[in-house]
């Protein structure tokens, strides 16, 4: 959709990664409306109410800008882990052909059609807690700065960078600058990958 300006902000939406967590809709009724048209109204509210829910919304699928100015990412970068669900990233995220991006949520189930991106699929049947004991750990000389990511063709995420893993309650699992993530679902060591992928005989494009 065309982006939607103010005075202060251009707010963007991006069909595509949007994972219908709702958390728009329940944080600001009055302006993230899906049942009208427009559905984004943000004559409704002001600035800092309205980047506070966008910033709440965790596949990045709404985003802004301020004056002309990307999104600040988050200080720490990490990786939330959903219950039975997919990897919620928050940071300086560099995603394969995409643009820089603060939030984005990625399938650990291994059922998507939207790879990398969680697309809901894992609600028909997917588990995987998303409080597993902590892991090795690394020390961090900072928590910030670009995390890469690349997603292998029949394998795991790669993730390079100062990253986080924490559970669903926020509790730290690990530290680490490099990790490869589990996303074919089949792992004994989520979320990270053991190479079972490759007995399983895991098929799923990096990118739809």
């Known amino acids: ?29 009055q302006v993230f409306d899906p049942a009208q048209r427009p559905w984004i109204r943000p004559e409704d509210a002001g600035t800092e109410e309205i980047v506070a829910t966008i910033d709440a919304c965790p596949s990045g699928a709404l985003s802004y800008e301020r004056h002309g ?3 600040t990412p988050a200080q720490v970068n990490t990786v939330r882990l959903w219950e039975n669900g997919p990897m919620e990233l928050r940071g300086d995220l560099r995603l394969p052909g995409e643009a820089p991006r ?3 949520t990625l399938c650990r189930c291994g059922k998507t059609d939207n790879p990398p991106f969680c ?18 750990s690394e020390t961090l000389e ?10 292998f063709e029949d394998g795991p995420i ?16 690990a530290q680490k600058t490099k990790a490869f993530l589990c996303r074919c679902g089949a792992s004994a060591n989520k979320p990270f990958c053991d190479g079972t992928h490759k007995g399983a005989g895991f098929k799923k494009a990096a990118k739809a």
Not at 142 to 151: C, I
């Open 1 to 29: 959709m065309k982006p939607v300006e103010t005075d202060d902000l251009k707010i963007s939406f991006n069909m595509r990664t949007c994972i219908h967590a709702r958390k728009c809709w329940l944080g600001l009724p």
């Open 69 to 71: 100015a990307p999104e």
């Open 102 to 104: 603060t939030r984005a």
């Open 119 to 136: 697309d809901g699929a894992h609600k028909d049947g997917f588990e995987a807690t998303g409080l597993p004991a902590a892991g090795e």
């Open 142 to 151: 900072s928590t910030g700065g670009p995390l890469e990511t690349t997603v």
């Open 158 to 173: 790669a993730l390079k960078g100062n990253v986080e893993v924490i559970g669903s309650d926020g509790r730290r699992v």
